[in-house]
């Protein structure tokens, strides 16, 4: 915190000295000192050095404009060295550090789950080249929110402390095997598991947890955290449970293709309509106390907002037993990125 404070002071200082040695000057030091103030930023705290240097330049500029003695070529002149100075070599050396970060950080690894599915899908040794390309009822998945702060959707076996005291529901940015699940028909349809059969825009499913077997469930009970929203929870399990238990997929839309009729893994970007309540399935990114492991509130979302990215989620992770992966997934995957 010291150095930062430190290097975020010294930027003003070089400008000011800069300054001083050529006041309304063009020459080489005064260029050096520019260059020198406009590179001691660290991180986004200097942000606020960054201003305080416009601000004073813009300040700078305009006096230089108001003097007469100056000619206009080099007034010009004053001009361009301080968009080279200020703006040009700055923006470079920032998105040159980040080329060179991602030249040599391109593997996958632990922190994985951090980032969009999309960026993990060019990292090299990631998983996902082995992901069924269309979602079959069946399917084990993971769900990962597209909202900022999002991370997977989550389910433990500890409870709410109030509410419903059913199972909680979160977003996890780590990845365990508490985020997986399955997609299965609703109780009133028949499902013949020897029999693929794709997942569609506008079905409605059962979500039901891997690990404890109980099914993604809301009703009309406020959330722990954002009471303005319902609760999400985990309730019942194959034989137990109710209409609460059931959701619409709404495709928002998909990198890939325009066509919406399948739900592709990692393209296809959707909400969950609650078949009941009508509210969306919702990253609030919101943490949770303690007794949710400080993990990301997951809410059903009564206001109907298609542009609300906390309510759209994509496939991760994505395994059918059924659905083999073949040679021509292995070129549409290779072919999205």
Request: charged share 20%; proline share 4%.
């Amino acid at each position: 915190m010291q150095s930062h404070l430190s290097l975020l002071g010294i930027r003003p200082l070089i400008w000011r000295i800069g300054h001083s040695r050529s006041i309304g000057g063009s020459g080489s030091a005064s260029r050096a000192y520019r260059l020198d103030s406009s590179l001691g930023d660290v991180k986004w705290v200097g942000l606020f050095a960054v201003a305080l240097v416009g601000v004073y330049t813009i300040e700078d500029l305009w006096n230089l404009f108001g003097d007469l003695s100056i000619p206009k070529i080099q007034y010009i002149k004053h001009w361009i060295a301080r968009i080279i100075c200020l703006i040009v070599i700055p923006i470079a050396v920032y998105m040159l550090s980040f080329a060179i970060h991602f030249a040599i950080l391109n593997r996958s690894g632990p922190g994985d789950a951090q980032m969009s599915s999309l960026f993990q899908a060019g990292l090299v040794g990631n998983s996902f080249d082995q992901n069924p390309l269309e979602l079959a009822y069946g399917s084990r998945v993971t769900f990962k929110n597209y909202g900022y702060g999002g991370g997977l959707l989550h389910s433990h076996i500890q409870t709410y402390p109030s509410g419903s005291e059913q199972q909680q529901v979160t977003c996890y940015h780590h990845k365990d095997g508490n985020n997986e699940w399955i997609v299965k028909k609703v109780r009133e349809e028949p499902y013949n598991p020897e029999v693929i059969e794709y997942v569609g825009n506008g079905d409605v499913v059962r979500l039901v947890h891997e690990a404890t077997q109980r099914n993604l469930h809301s009703h009309a009970i406020k959330a722990p955290i954002t009471m303005a929203q319902w609760e999400v929870s985990c309730y019942g399990n194959e034989t137990i449970g109710d209409l609460n238990d059931y959701w619409k997929i709404e495709v928002v839309d998909d990198i890939y293709s325009k066509n919406y009729s399948q739900i592709r893994s990692l393209t296809t970007r959707m909400r969950f309509r609650h078949s009941q309540l009508g509210c969306y399935l919702s990253a609030s990114n919101v943490i949770l106390p303690q007794w949710g492991f400080k993990q990301v509130e997951v809410v059903c979302d009564k206001r109907n907002r298609p542009d609300d990215q906390h309510t759209w989620w994509n496939i991760e992770q994505h395994y059918n037993p059924k659905r083999v992966y073949t040679s021509s997934d292995r070129v549409v995957t290779w072919t999205m990125f």
